[in-house]
């Protein structure tokens, strides 16, 4: 059944039959899922490390291969969190817990390639896939808006998103001159008449942000949009 469910989430459901706990994350991991255990087999799990943290059955250790990992990489692996005893189940896995114990398998892969098609083809295909997805998202029962940097990526996005959804919000930040894609992104969205909103920071105090952030985040990651998202958001 599993591979058949697409979106995002995460989630666990207790099977009183068969006496365990079944867990599962989305294929590309958009909702997390932590998880630790003891040595009194005891199982915490949650969608932010702060919750299991709050428990008080998990330690908060360090773990030394996750910060040489995220000195190296910038993030941490699939696997691992910054903590030593918090694990994070990959995406595209389910994870069973029963009389104290943990099975984890993988219930979805990458289909093949077709290396056949034609490069005509493959940027149909590529497009056809983004639409779906772009038009799935927006589904929902609340408003839906989009970030908009004047990248290739969200312009995009954007570009989709405004066939289904006439006068979508888009949201965009600018910092000093040098960083500023604020007129490339006001082109953009004049180009698909969104509802463009911009916000520009000139004096902001990035080291009190970067502070705040582990708050937020749970684990570091060495991604500079998260300074502009925080702002927005």
Known sequence: MMQHLPGMFSFALWDEKNKLLFCARDRFGEKPFFYSINNKSEFVFGSEIKALLASRIVKSKLSLQSITQYLQLGYTGPIMTIYENIKSLPPAHYLIFRDGNITISRYWSFPKLNNSLSYTD??????????????????????????????????????????????????????????????????????????????????????????????IYDEPFADSSAIPTFLIC
Do not use: C, R, W
């Open 122 to 215: 493959a940027k149909e295909l590529f497009y056809q896939k983004l639409d779906i997805a772009v038009k799935n998202q927006l589904i929902a029962d609340v408003e839906v808006g989009s970030f908009l940097s004047g990248g290739i990526d969200s312009s995009s996005i954007v570009s989709i998103a405004s066939k289904y959804s006439p006068s979508i919000k888009t949201y965009s930040f600018g910092f000093q001159k040098e960083f500023n894609e604020l007129p490339l992104a006001a082109e953009t969205a004049q180009m698909y008449k969104t509802s463009h909103h911009e916000m520009e920071e000139l004096n902001a105090d990035i080291n009190s942000i970067i502070l705040k952030l582990p708050d």
